[in-house]
């Protein structure tokens, strides 16, 4: 039994403690008070240690989200602009229709203007004018619940044929941030000379 004992000890030295005879008598061999603590304490850091790095990937993955969210609200900003413009031209309101709708949103974030369905407003410089609430989509309908985005857009004149449109949205949610698209705008068709 002793020899069976002490190849039992051999292999499992590192693991556990085993029972050891001497001389007739049993000793039974335990863990002590303080490698219990020094065990739960590297169990604690390391449980930790786990948790911190759940908590900042789940908060990098709820950035990204808002951000991407941001960026197709500024994308549809831009699009709505690019409609607008489509829709004058091709009522024979022509280039100079669409640009005089847009003429006091130019060349200044402090006359970013808001656009829902070919309306225009200046936001005023206050940030829940332009605020975009959650009802059937974001909008700006101040009935929905926030949404804790603010999208805003201003035009910049180039030159005659040309207009350069920007679009904001910024949140204020986590961390918070912003993005910001611009695309040229053309007069892409000539009406003829009367």
Known sequence: MKTFFKKINKRNR?????????KGKKLVSGFTLVETLVAIAIFTISITALMSVLGSGI???TYAKTKMTATYLAQEGIED???MRDTYILDQSGWGGFKSKVDFC??????????RLHQID???NDPSTCK???KNGYNYDPNGEDSGFVRKIWTEQINED?????SNVSWTQGAGGSVTFSESLFNWIELPQQ
């Open 14 to 22: 590192a693991f556990a403690r085993t029972l050891t005879f001497t």
């Open 59 to 61: 908060s990098n993955t």
């Open 81 to 83: 602009i690019r409609n």
């Open 106 to 115: 130019i060349n200044s974030t402090d006359k970013s203007c808001l656009f």
């Open 122 to 124: 200046l936001c005023n």
């Open 132 to 134: 975009l609430y959650m």
């Open 162 to 166: 040309e207009m350069k449109i920007f």
